[in-house]
């Protein structure tokens, strides 16, 4: 049996591994560099028996509550073939409480006795990192009840509610203390359109409608996020195939792609679950959610709405929930979070101001039958026991009827998720927002205490130093690393990518074209009601195209990026220095240049009439025949005369009676209509190497600009010690405060590392 001791620091995403005492080998996979616990839990089993080949263990796991209940319920998934025999746990402080404690040695900083730590590029820095936000994506299609839900976590009637599509523009709701929600109305090119101090959901109705407006801020309280230690914005989008403004389809799905700085709360309507639009959404989502291990499928939640409108008598909760699961399986999201909702009793719960006749309705349901106790059923949404236990005993934040509704579960995963990806990160860069320079600060301090009485080494340091800023000056150093920037060729990693992406958005088109392949002879209403659908399916693919091509080229270039800086960066350890990498957005290549062709002259050219006429039988005059008359007798003027009279004669005849009717070739509708995005793709693929190369050399551009700052910078920051070291010998005094100072200044840097560096 092993002995296996795991130490995983959420701050520094560093984590330590011992067999027996010992480490791994050093071409080990159980090396997992700065990766995530979530990331690399799943691969962990596999990985350990293949090189240790022992199925027995023991487990020692220091780190948070939450990461230990993420590797046990991980490894405990794979019983079969590794055997726990015990798992100890030494838990480290809690995030809030970190955090409470950074914030305090922050304060005392700012009170104690270095003026240098005081600068307002420090304050300003902690600020921003105290106030970081982070985004919930609430994505839907039509009718999913988003609207509501959102109204449910605001606790407030504010959103556009309706059986109908609703949302036509980007909302952004930002966390804010006050009273009320004001808002800022804007238009396609970013500009102020309306503004009010204090919303109302009939101006929000309003603003939807107005097809100047193409994004909304809100800025007001979100109660349910209070204590989550983060800024919180929650971001409605319009469903990719319900917005007036071509730009939201990209930004939906470059929303729903990794990353860990954002939550993606998908609401599925319960009782439209499989429509076409759900459909294309989900299998994005699958697409995304593929890489990335256990962060990934905590980043998205699924939540299936409208349950409290089913019928207990006639309907099973439990069936429909087991049908989603099974339609998601299907698409290879296996083990989601999926949470079953009312979001409108929960709404009326929290909202006083509206009517509680459908919250009657709800709470009669839960009396009748548990399945609409929606709060339990825990063995689908995966909360620990910690959080379930957190929202049984929340008496006092929620009514009973209001944790039945399954929106608090949904919020207290917003918390977990939280707390273990986002406020990690937060405190580190609350850490970073001073700490990097007291170390410098200390360094300084003790390199001149070093040097006070060693001549020798102090000139041989300022001779060095001398040395490094005239090659700076020079532009020597900078030569050298815009050697290796122009050697930087990332285009046969992206095209290779590129390639089989775009493949496989060929592969899809066919499939959709192979569909219509028996419809030569529709009718033309109802190829109407098909144009609808197959405009919505290409405005889907370009869509998910073109953020798919633009995150594999980022993350591709942002690889190379960081090794040709990582020298600089480990120059800079030390001297506070933090590389930005935001002017590193990749332009996507445009994949709708040129004209499609229109559907409405498609189906015109496909269209034949054909008369759909029938034979008939029909009473019908067939000719005529002369009969004599007989009454004419009776008057005397008419004796010795014969008269005569034409009589029609009739029978039944069959007749052709026309019926013509318009018909519409489906599948020569589709081939052509699809034919030039077909083409479209594959000039994309033959014009992505030169775009790649021009959006290289544009990028390449902007590294060596960012080497030239940071060899600024360090040149600044070695005249600054040279100045230090080289200064007239300071008095008693002088050298009693800077010891001082710098005993001060080591017992704070002791106590920031045993609070995130364990």
């Given at each position: 049996m092993k002995t296996v001791k795991i130490k995983y620091n959420p701050y520094l995403l560093k984590t330590d591994i011992t067999i027996d005492g010992k480490e791994p080998q050093s071409n080990s996979s159980l090396h997992f560099g700065k990766?995530?616990?979530?990331?690399?839990?799943?691969?962990?089993?596999?990985?350990?028996?293949?090189?240790?080949?022992?199925?027995?263990?023991?487990?020692?796991?220091?780190?948070?509550?939450?990461?230990?209940?993420?590797?046990?319920?991980?490894?405990?998934a794979s019983s079969e073939i590794i055997n726990v025999a015990k798992w100890n746990h030494n838990c480290i402080q809690d995030v809030e409480e970190v955090e409470k404690e950074v914030i305090k040695i922050f304060n005392e900083i700012q009170a104690g006795p270095v003026d240098a730590l005081k600068d307002q590029v420090i304050i300003t820095s902690f600020k921003q990192a105290t106030s970081a936000q982070f985004c919930i994506n609430v994505v839907a299609t039509m009718s999913a009840g988003k609207s509501t839900l959102i109204n449910a976590l605001l606790g407030k009637k504010l959103m556009p509610m309706a059986q109908m599509a609703t949302t036509a523009t980007i909302?952004?709701?930002?966390?804010?203390?006050?009273?009320?929600?004001?808002?800022?109305?804007?238009?396609?090119?970013?500009?102020?359109?309306?503004?009010e101090e204090n919303i109302s959901y009939e101006t929000m109705k309003a603003w939807n409608s107005d097809e100047r407006i193409s994004s909304i801020d809100i800025y007001g309280p979100i109660p349910c996020v209070n204590n989550v230690g983060m800024r919180l914005v929650l971001i409605d989008t319009p469903g990719p195939n319900n917005s007036r403004d071509e730009r939201h389809k990209a930004?939906?799905?470059?929303m729903l792609e990794s990353s860990?700085?954002?939550?993606?709360?998908?609401?599925?309507?319960?009782?439209?679950?499989?429509?076409?639009?759900?459909?294309?959404?989900?299998?994005?989502?699958?697409?995304?959610?593929?890489?990335?291990?256990?962060?990934?499928?905590?980043?998205?939640?699924?939540?299936?709405?409208?349950?409290?409108?089913?019928?207990?008598?006639?309907?099973?909760?439990?069936?429909v929930l087991d049908a989603v699961k099974k339609t998601l399986d299907k698409r290879d999201i296996v083990e989601p979070n999926l949470f079953p909702a009312a979001a409108l009793p929960c709404l009326q719960i929290r909202d006083k101001e509206i009517k509680k006749r459908e919250l009657r309705s709800y709470e009669s349901l839960i009396e009748e039958s548990d399945e609409f106790k929606f709060d339990e059923y825990y063995q689908l949404n995966h909360l620990p026991v910690s959080s379930r236990i957190r929202l049984e005993n929340s008496n006092n934040?929620?009514?009973?009827?209001?944790?039945h509704t399954g929106i608090p579960s949904i919020e207290e995963a917003i918390r977990l998720y939280v707390n273990k990806y986002a406020r990690t990160m937060k405190v580190r860069d609350l850490v970073d927002s001073f700490n990097k320079r007291l170390v410098e600060l200390r360094a300084i301090a003790n390199l001149e205490k070093r040097l006070r009485d060693n001549k020798a080494e102090k000139e041989r340091l300022l001779?060095?130093?001398?040395?490094?800023?005239?090659?700076?000056?020079?532009?020597?150093?900078?030569?050298?690393?815009?050697?290796?920037?122009?050697?930087?060729?990332?285009?046969?990693?992206?095209?290779?990518?590129?390639?089989?992406?775009?493949?496989?958005?060929?592969?899809?088109?066919?499939?959709?074209?192979?569909?219509?392949?028996?419809?030569?002879?529709?009718?033309?209403?109802?190829?109407?009601?098909?144009?609808?659908?197959?405009?919505?399916?290409?405005?889907?693919?370009?869509?998910?195209?073109?953020?798919?091509?633009?995150?594999?080229?980022?993350?591709?270039?942002?690889?190379?990026?960081?090794?040709?800086?990582?020298?600089?960066?480990?120059?800079?350890?030390?001297l506070g220095y933090k590389t930005d990498a935001s002017d590193f957005e990749f332009s996507p290549i445009d994949l709708i240049g040129g004209d499609f062709l229109d559907l409405d002259d498609l189906i015109a050219d496909a269209t034949s009439s054909v008369d759909q006429g029938d034979w008939k039988s029909i009473w019908k005059k067939v000719g005529s025949h002369q009969e004599k008359l007989t009454n004419w007798f009776w008057e005397p003027s008419n004796w010795f005369t014969e008269r005569y009279e034409t009589v029609d004669d009739y029978d039944w005849v069959k007749t052709w009676e026309s019926n013509w009717v318009e018909y519409v070739n489906m599948h020569e509708v589709v081939s052509e209509y699809y034919s030039s995005l077909y083409a479209s793709l594959n000039k994309a693929r033959e014009d992505i190497p030169s775009h790649i190369a021009q959006e290289t050399k544009r990028l390449k551009k902007v590294l060596n600009e960012q080497i030239k700052k940071v060899d600024q910078l360090l040149s600044r920051k070695l005249k600054e010690l040279q100045e230090s070291i080289d200064s007239k010998d300071k008095t008693q005094t002088e050298i009693k405060k800077q010891e001082s100072d710098l005993e001060w200044m080591n017992g704070v840097i002791n106590r920031v590392n045993n609070l995130i560096n364990f």
């Open positions: 990766q995530r616990l979530q990331e690399w839990a799943e691969k962990f089993v596999k990985i350990f028996i293949d090189e240790y080949r022992d199925a027995n263990v023991t487990i020692e796991f220091t780190g948070s509550l939450d990461d230990y209940n993420d590797l046990k319920d991980t490894i405990e909302v952004r709701i930002i966390a804010l203390n006050s009273e009320y929600f004001s808002a800022i109305a804007k238009n396609q090119k970013d500009e102020e359109v309306a503004r930004m939906t799905y470059g860990e700085k954002s939550l993606v709360l998908f609401v599925v309507n319960a009782m439209t679950e499989g429509t076409d639009d759900e459909s294309a959404l989900m299998n994005y989502v699958s697409d995304c959610m593929k890489s990335g291990g256990k962060q990934s499928r905590d980043r998205y939640i699924f939540a299936v709405n409208k349950l409290d409108t089913y019928d207990p008598e006639n309907d099973s909760v439990a069936e934040e929620y009514s009973e009827t209001e944790l001779s060095e130093i001398d040395s490094i800023n005239q090659q700076i000056d020079s532009g020597k150093s900078s030569k050298v690393h815009a050697e290796l920037i122009n050697k930087i060729d990332v285009s046969k990693n992206v095209k290779s990518e590129v390639d089989s992406l775009v493949g496989g958005f060929q592969t899809r088109i066919d499939k959709i074209i192979t569909g219509y392949t028996n419809k030569t002879k529709i009718s033309k209403s109802e190829a109407k009601s098909i144009i609808n659908k197959l405009q919505r399916q290409r405005g889907d693919i370009v869509a998910q195209l073109e953020s798919r091509i633009q995150s594999i080229f980022n993350s591709s270039f942002k690889l190379t990026y960081d090794s040709i800086i990582a020298e600089y960066r480990k120059k800079l350890s030390e």
